[in-house]
């Protein structure tokens, strides 16, 4: 399973770092996204990784202010979110994929973050 | 960037068939994968790479792909179909459809 967590109310220009806790499969062998869905929206891509870490997208609406990265010896996927804006309040889900063009097979609950002052 | 385009609602009465179409240049030579969201709920895989199902996902879904139009079919919908289905695809990053409301009548 995936388990999100750190999400929560913060002003417009800090910093959040969101969790993604895995368990039950070989984390290290699946690349993972970041994906997230403001309130009454649709679903926007935000951020993939690949297995081993190697290889990071982004997608433009957050290129140069968020970063994804993982530990393997925790199965932790991260999210560093800089510079936040009142538009990147969402839900943020984490997901798996097997390679980057499969599709997402397993995804976590969602942790919901806030900008406001 | 790619865009993928997708109606913004679709509705279909019980027991009869719905397709929800997927809009996209030359999207027949990507793999298209669908999602389905019910409220409250994260998104669940319910067609991967055009046409395959993932375990415990009915037969009743199927998928297809074709020149510029990606569709995903449920045939004897029923009430628990209702939800927001979603198309996605690798291209060089990856690119979310907006989404469409199915509403069982």
């Known amino acids: 399973q995936l388990v999100e967590s750190g999400g929560g109310v913060v002003q417009p220009g800090r910093s959040l770092r969101l969790s993604c806790a895995a368990s039950?499969?070989?984390?290290?062998?699946?690349?993972m996204h970041w994906v997230r869905q403001a309130p009454g929206k649709g679903l926007e891509w935000v951020a993939l990784?690949?297995?081993?870490?190697?290889?990071?997208y982004y997608a433009e609406s957050v290129k140069g202010r968020f970063t994804i990265s993982r530990d393997t010896s925790k199965n932790t996927l991260y999210l560093q979110m800089n510079s936040l804006r009142p538009d990147d309040t969402a839900v943020y889900y984490c997901?798996?994929?097997?390679?980057?063009?499969?599709?997402?097979?397993?995804w976590g609950q969602g942790t919901t973050v806030t900008i406001s002052s | 960037s790619y865009e993928l385009t997708q109606p913004l609602s679709v509705s279909v009465a019980l027991g009869q068939t719905a397709r929800i179409t997927c809009g996209g240049n030359?999207?027949?030579?990507?793999?298209v994968h669908w999602y389905q969201q019910k409220p409250g709920q994260a998104p669940v895989l319910v067609i991967y790479?055009?046409?395959n199902r993932p375990s415990g996902i009915p037969e009743r879904f199927s998928g297809s792909n074709s020149g510029n139009t990606a569709t995903l079919t449920i045939n004897r919908a029923q009430a628990g179909d209702e939800a927001d289905y979603y198309c996605?695809?690798?291209?060089?990053?990856?690119?979310f459809g907006g989404g469409t409301k199915l509403t069982v009548l």
């Open positions: 997901a798996r994929v097997r390679l980057f063009y499969y599709g997402m097979d397993l």
């Open positions: 039950g499969f070989t984390f290290s062998s699946y690349a």
């Open positions: 990784i690949s297995h081993d870490g190697s290889n990071k």
């Open positions: 790479r055009n046409s």
């Open positions: 996605q695809v690798w291209d060089s990053s990856t690119v």
């Open positions: 030359n999207i027949g030579t990507k793999g």
